[in-house]
């Protein structure tokens, strides 16, 4: 609708159903999770690809490296929350947007670090892509003149997807000073060999 608006165009596009729109999330860790079940309850079709199990009600799970192309390829619409590592590194490549369906739109809330921008660029202008949203880039804030300013099928977002504040972070801390006191394992605690 934007570019119609753009162009001072009425036209009507076609609205598939929430039901019908494949939301496929990479990552379902203490970030995404959320989002997934959120996306779930407004009544899309949600699958996430994790590295280990999972078992969330109403979402598929694709688990491991065997299973990624399987994941792409049922997925209109993919949401990036991974965390930076060797592995995930570029995971955004020519290779990836090519097992998605055509048409397909990626969303990058992980980081910039996971897409390769001039693949992006080109799956986009080749019709592959129909439109990436990106909150994070290889560089922030992007330069000027980064040609994904200007490009019409991608939107900018200037790292805002999800902001630290106390409501949503107070928990996680107190949680831990819980479970520290009382001699319990500490939440959330970062696998130096996973890297992260």
């Known amino acids: 609708?934007?570019?119609?608006?753009?162009?001072?165009?009425?036209?009507?596009?076609?609205?598939?159903?929430?039901?019908?729109?494949?939301?496929?999330?990479?990552?379902?860790?203490?970030?995404?999770?959320?989002?997934?079940?959120?996306?779930?309850?407004?009544?899309?079709?949600?699958?996430?690809?994790?590295?280990?199990?999972?078992?969330?009600?109403?979402?598929?799970?694709?688990?491991?490296?065997?299973?990624?192309?399987?994941?792409?390829?049922?997925?209109d619409i993919i949401v990036n929350f991974l965390p930076v590592t060797e592995r995930t590194t570029d995971i955004l490549n020519a290779e990836t947007f090519s097992k998605l369906p055509d048409g397909a739109a990626v969303i990058n809330i992980g980081?910039?670090?996971?897409v390769v921008d001039a693949d992006l660029i080109a799956a986009l202008d080749a019709g592959k892509l129909s439109a990436a949203t990106l909150d994070v880039y290889h560089t922030e804030p992007l330069p000027i003149g980064d040609p994904l300013w200007t490009h019409p099928l991608i939107t900018i977002m200037p790292h805002t997807s999800r902001r630290i504040r106390p409501a949503n972070i107070v928990p996680q801390f107190a949680a831990a000073m819980r479970a520290l006191r009382a001699g319990d394992a500490l939440p959330q605690l970062v696998d130096r060999m996973a890297g992260y």
Not at 10 to 39: C, N, S, Y
């Open 1 to 75: 609708y934007a570019q119609a608006q753009s162009r001072s165009e009425w036209i009507k596009f076609d609205q598939p159903l929430a039901a019908e729109r494949r939301v496929g999330f990479l990552g379902l860790g203490l970030v995404a999770r959320p989002a997934a079940e959120a996306v779930r309850d407004m009544g899309f079709n949600v699958a996430a690809w994790t590295r280990s199990p999972k078992d969330v009600t109403g979402i598929e799970i694709f688990q491991g490296d065997d299973a990624f192309d399987a994941f792409l390829a049922r997925s």
């Open 111 to 114: 980081r910039g670090e996971h």
